[in-house]
């Protein structure tokens, strides 16, 4: 059986400059940016009219949801799209001086498991927060179609089951070719054809063929939509909606970057959760100790602390969970960079941890060991480098 396999793919058939969107999660506190994309599409056929930007959720979505299925229904019964049999297509995306390379195709939601401990074949990376599971579920349930935004993530370290696809890709079909708008780069799309197709399978395949656990998959963006796929397959058991349109990447490709992701604290007694981190690790900690600069106003300290996670970020954020319980006036904020977190720890009551981020050899073995990692772990890429919506398959 493979884990991975071709669909019937759906493309519009002109205008992919106006089509393509970037990913809906993005942006949530920028509207300009949003409005700026409606003046770029216009009235023109595009994503942007069969999704729902974050930005734009409320108490009550059912009025563009309704439009959002109506506009789905319409553009396939108006010929928008051009579809493409079984078909998988490999993508380089070009932004910031880099290039990701890609294969979107078809992963079986029986394989994936977002809760936490899962030994399913496609799993989380990070915590599934359930309440942002509902609104997506009414979105999808009634959709006749999905588009993706989800990158999937392979432990890929030889380089052979995505890369060599390039240079191979001047016998293959183009799919498409074009700037993506707003600072997205360029991107270029190539159908494979069949003995490619089965050579990324067998690659796949072998990636766990001698592995006790058979972690092939793991969600690098696009967490909840996938887990959304999956309600919507366990409420229907729509044979159609069993299966789930993605891309798959590998961890190893020179474009991805993980970068951390730091913890400040608010309205925080500094003596108080300190000692009672320290304590709590002692306890519960392995003999390994883990390393966190830890700054307030009047500087910075080293702390060393018995792990109680495979990464830093673990060890911290599970404490900080359970002291958050008890202590409900402290806020969290999750910080990218140094000198951000640096600068918000000038305040009053106010505690920033510094630690060291998590190398692309280490998320597989943390996943298998500690279930899943915190939320907000590691970041990779910024808005502009995420996925933007450009196939779409049928899911009724």
């Not at 990913?23 to 949003?34: G, H, K, L, N, R």
């Not at 890609?102 to 394989?111: A, R, T």
């Not at 720890?345 to 500690?370: R, Y």
Request: net charge negative; charged share 30%.
């Amino acid at each position: 059986m493979k884990h991975f396999t071709p669909a019937d793919i759906l493309l519009p058939k002109k205008d992919f400059e106006t089509w393509s969107v970037v990913a809906c999660d993005q942006y949530t506190s920028e509207p300009d940016y949003w409005h700026d994309v409606e003046a770029i599409v216009g009235d023109k056929p595009s994503a942007l009219n069969i999704i729902l930007p974050e930005i734009y959720l409320s108490s009550d979505n059912s009025p563009r949801i309704e439009k959002i299925n109506a506009t789905m229904q319409e553009y396939l019964d108006n010929g928008v799209f051009e579809t493409y049999e079984n078909s998988m297509i490999y993508v380089e995306r070009a932004s910031n001086n880099t290039v990701r390379r890609g294969v979107v195709g078809l992963i079986d939601l029986e394989d994936y498991d977002y809760h936490k401990g899962s030994t399913a074949l496609i799993r989380a990376t990070e915590a599934t927060v359930l309440e942002r599971i509902p609104p997506r579920v009414q979105i999808r349930k009634d959709a006749p179609l999905e588009m993706p935004h989800i990158l999937l993530l392979i432990d890929d370290p030889a380089l052979s089951v995505i890369e060599p696809l390039s240079g191979k890709k001047g016998d293959f079909k183009p799919a498409y070719s074009f700037d993506l708008m707003k600072n997205g780069g360029h991107i270029d799309g190539f159908f494979l054809p069949e003995a490619a197709q089965e050579a990324v399978q067998n690659a796949l395949e072998a990636l766990i063929a001698d592995k006790d656990d058979k972690l092939l998959f793991a969600v690098g963006d696009g967490n909840h939509s996938l887990a959304t796929a999956k309600e919507c397959y366990n409420a229907s058991k729509n044979p159609l909606a069993r299966y789930a349109l993605v891309e798959i990447v590998n961890i190893h490709d020179k474009s991805i970057e993980f970068e951390p992701i730091y913890r400040v604290l608010f309205d925080i007694d500094k003596e108080d959760f300190l000692s009672k981190f320290i304590a709590h690790t002692e306890a519960l900690g392995a003999d390994s100790t883990q390393h966190f600069e830890v700054i307030d106003k009047n500087g910075s300290a080293e702390l060393d602390v018995k792990a109680t996670a495979k990464l830093p970020v673990g060890t911290l954020q599970s404490f900080i969970d359970e002291y958050m319980k008890d202590n409900p006036d402290v806020r969290i904020d999750y910080i990218h960079g140094t000198d951000v977190t640096r600068s918000l720890c000038q305040k009053d009551n106010t505690l920033g941890f510094i630690f060291e981020g998590m190398g692309k050899d280490e998320l597989f073995p943390a996943i298998v060991a500690d279930g899943s990692l915190p939320r907000k772990t590691f970041s990779m890429g910024h808005a502009e480098d995420k996925r933007y919506y450009i196939e779409a398959r049928k899911i009724k």
